[in-house]
């Protein structure tokens, strides 16, 4: 059986929010598109949701830290992120204009610690409901979209493809956040070494 795993559509993600992506309203009719798909199948659609309470410690001003450089949370390596998807506010909300999705999973819920993947957090101590979610509809293969490409895209393909899914980029449905201008170029080529398949929304449809 096969899933769509639509990553982090939130205001805070698409232009006016406080992590705006470039573009990024360039995928919502794309990923609409695919979940109208996936709807007309009967398969699994699952959304994530960045969703950090207010004091969480990847925000720069709770890290005495700089927007956009990195330095160590929990003994990882952390980029410091401007306040963002905050639980319950406008910013966490889905854009406006993407379609309704009745699976959701929060991430990012821990103050202490980051999490880029739908999976896991980035230290892999704890993990969400995804993966219960998707045995429990005995998925074997994901189609992945979203936001952003370099970070929660690439880190919930990574770990669907350690995980064991055959996994499906659908490269049109993606934007990144680009801090250094190749990464989201760097971001498709590794999840493609590391055995995911790259295609576009019309391969599909
Ligand atoms: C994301 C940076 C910080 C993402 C989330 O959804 O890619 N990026 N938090
Ligand atoms: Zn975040």
């Known amino acids: 059986m096969k899933a769509l795993i639509?990553?982090?559509i939130q205001n805070d993600f698409c232009e006016g929010g406080s992590l705006a992506v470039e573009n990024a309203h360039k995928i919502i009719p794309v990923a609409n598109k695919v979940i109208?798909?996936?709807?007309?199948?009967?398969?699994?659609?699952?959304?994530?949701?960045d969703w950090h309470p207010a004091n969480h410690k990847s925000f720069a001003k709770?890290?005495?830290?700089?927007?956009?450089?990195?330095?160590?949370l929990n003994n990882l390596p952390q980029v410091w992120?401007?306040?963002?998807?905050?639980?319950n506010t406008y910013g966490s909300n889905f854009h406006p204009d993407l379609k309704k999705i009745?699976?959701?999973i929060y991430k990012g819920t821990?103050?202490?610690i980051d999490s880029y993947s739908g999976f896991f957090d980035n230290g892999k101590l704890k993990n969400t409901e995804l993966l219960t979610l998707l045995k429990n509809n005995h998925i074997s293969e994901v189609f992945i979209l979203g936001l952003a490409t370099d970070y929660c895209v690439k880190h919930t393909?990574?770990?669907a493809l350690e995980l064991g899914f055959k996994v499906n980029?659908?490269?049109?449905?993606c934007k990144g956040v680009n801090l250094l201008p190749n990464d989201s170029e760097n971001a498709i080529r590794e999840m493609k070494e590391k055995g995911a398949n790259i295609i576009k929304s019309d391969d599909l449809i």
């Open 102 to 104: 009745e699976n959701i």
């Open 6 to 8: 639509v990553v982090d």
């Open 81 to 87: 992120w401007p306040e963002h998807c905050i639980e």
């Open 157 to 159: 393909v990574l770990d």
């Open 36 to 49: 109208d798909f996936f709807n007309k199948n009967h398969s699994l659609v699952v959304a994530t949701k």
């Open 169 to 173: 980029v659908i490269e049109d449905g």
């Open 62 to 72: 709770n890290s005495s830290g700089t927007i956009g450089e990195v330095g160590i």
């Open 110 to 112: 821990d103050s202490e």
